[in-house]
Nanobody, 118 residues
């Protein structure tokens, strides 16, 4: 079994920064792509950023230039550095990891709340 635990959420003013972490633990041989999603109240969950095991990254247009996704494969941990935060970034942020196996399985974290408010 694999567990993902997010941390780092909180309350921040517009223009501020937060750094989210997602730590994977359990029976892990290899993690393929890892993703950050977010879900705002009344909206569908959306993909924010993706990073492959080789470090290739992709971002949703609204966060490009403000958010940076990274990972430490030795620690099975992923990060999301969020700068220049806006009101519309308020959401619950979830991490997802595709863990190698037979078959490969996608695991989700429990979510961490990010609130941007003045």
């Amino acid at each position: 079994q694999v567990q993902l635990v997010e941390s780092g959420g909180g309350l921040v003013q517009p223009g501020g920064s937060l750094r989210l972490s997602c730590a994977a633990s359990g029976s892990i041989v290899r993690i393929y792509a890892m993703d950050w999603y977010r879900q705002a109240p009344g909206k569908q969950r959306e993909l924010v950023a993706t990073i492959t095991s080789g470090g290739v990254t992709r971002y949703e247009d609204s966060v490009k230039g403000r958010f940076t996704i990274s990972r430490d494969n030795a620690k099975n941990t992923m990060y999301l550095q969020m700068n220049s935060l806006k009101f519309e970034d308020t959401a619950v942020y979830y991490c997802k990891a595709r863990v190698a196996g037979d078959p490969d399985v996608d695991y989700w974290g429990q979510g961490t709340q990010v609130t941007v408010s003045s």
